[in-house]
């Protein structure tokens, strides 16, 4: 069973930096990529950005690449998202995700079977 457990999030004027953690207790399953998704109200979830594991190659959604920044401690089994220079519009519940499935992209939520309970991220203008 994967279980993913985030942390961090919060309120920040524009302009300023987050970082979101997600600690994943995934035994005895192979992770094969982690993803961060938001989901802003009236909206539908998008993909924030995702890192295959234990490879370590990135990809993010045109919105954050710049900005936000997916990096994983394989030795303590947690992702995270730095988040800088934020802006009002990346004003969302911000999940996390992991899959156990070997697929060739990762930008939709069915491509993963664990999530995070989700963590609020507000910024203000």
């Known amino acids: 069973q994967v279980q993913l457990l985030q942390s961090g999030g919060g309120l920040v004027q524009a302009g300023g930096s987050l970082r979101l953690s997600c600690a994943d207790s995934t035994r005895p399953f192979r992770i094969y990529a982690m993803g961060w998704f938001r989901q802003a109200p009236g909206k539908e979830r998008e993909f924030v950005a995702r890192?295959?594991?234990?490879?370590?190659?990135?990809n993010y959604a045109d919105s954050v690449k710049g900005r936000f920044t997916i990096s994983r401690d394989n030795a303590q089994n947690t992702l995270y998202l730095q988040m800088d220079t934020l802006k009002p519009e990346d004003t969302a519940v911000y999940y996390c995700?992991?899959?156990?499935?070997?697929?060739?992209?990762?930008?939709?939520?069915?491509?993963?079977?664990?999530w995070g309970q989700g963590t609020q991220v507000t910024v203000s203008s």
């Open positions: 995700a992991a899959s156990v499935y070997n697929r060739a992209t990762y930008y939709k939520s069915s491509d993963y079977n664990a």
């Open positions: 890192i295959r594991t234990p490879a370590g190659d990135t």
